[in-house]
């Protein structure tokens, strides 16, 4: 597709549960971001991938989120044993390169995963 | 880090006003962008304005790179200009801080 596909749109799951979320960015962008928005709440960076290199990890809650993008395209977020606090709006962007210097670099961003924890 | 505050929080506006939005940031910055997120939640850029002016139709935007912060200018508001506005920086590590938002409704 042309933009940033996220999947799936809307997931409810217990509290203790494991989720998976699914990033698919547009091809050939070499950066990919994840964010979470709070319900009301600005954005808050999670991790950053840019092409093979290792990713920045350091927004990461605990350690019961981890993310991994195989290929250098598709990424998954993993939230293990989830929790209350976790229900958010997920938000996946991919940019062509991780030094955006002008508008053409700019971040796309996918239409996000709400996830809801019971 | 570096600390991102807009202004005003909310607005309401008559179809046809003008308004500005404001971005303070705490420290320079490599980039800065400006994104409005519709009802709907998606999120669109807007500008990507380090410093400088730019124009994008009734859009506009200016940053005072040397003074910290960024304005955001909406001409003759539409219903659909209503959402959510945030301005996000790079302080250089690549982690965009984004700010807390505008959050605009525009009245027909």
């Known amino acids: 597709g042309a933009g940033v596909s996220q999947s799936p749109s809307n997931k409810v799951t217990e509290k203790g549960k494991d989720v998976e979320l699914r990033c698919d960015p547009i091809?050939?962008?070499?950066?990919l971001y994840w964010y979470r928005q709070s319900l009301g709440q600005g954005l808050e960076f999670l991790i950053y991938f840019q092409g093979n290199s290792a990713p920045d990890k350091s927004g990461l809650p605990s350690d019961r989120f981890s993310a991994e993008r195989t290929g250098g395209s598709v990424s998954t977020l993993t939230i293990q044993r989830t929790q209350q606090e976790d229900s958010a709006v997920y938000l996946c962007?991919?940019?062509?390169?991780?030094?955006?210097?002008?508008?053409?670099?700019?971040?796309?961003f996918g239409p996000g995963t709400r996830l809801t924890v019971l | 880090g570096i600390q991102v505050e807009q202004s005003p929080p909310d607005l309401i506006l008559q179809e046809g006003a003008n308004s500005t939005l404001r971005c303070n940031f705490s420290?320079?910055?490599?980039?800065l962008q400006w994104f409005h997120q519709n009802p709907w939640g998606q999120l669109i850029n807007l500008f990507y304005i380090p410093s400088g002016t730019k124009q994008n139709g009734r859009l506009s935007a200016t940053t005072v790179a040397t003074e910290r912060y960024s304005l955001l200018y909406i001409s003759s508001s539409q219903t659909t200009d209503s959402g959510v506005y945030f301005c996000?920086?790079?302080?250089?590590?690549?982690?965009?801080?984004f700010g807390t938002g505008t959050r605009l409704k525009v009245l027909a």
């Open positions: 420290d320079s910055v490599n980039n």
């Open positions: 962007a991919s940019s062509l390169v991780a030094t955006i210097q002008s508008s053409t670099d700019t971040q796309y």
């Open positions: 091809s050939g962008h070499t950066a």
């Open positions: 996000a920086v790079d302080g250089g590590t690549y982690k965009y801080i």
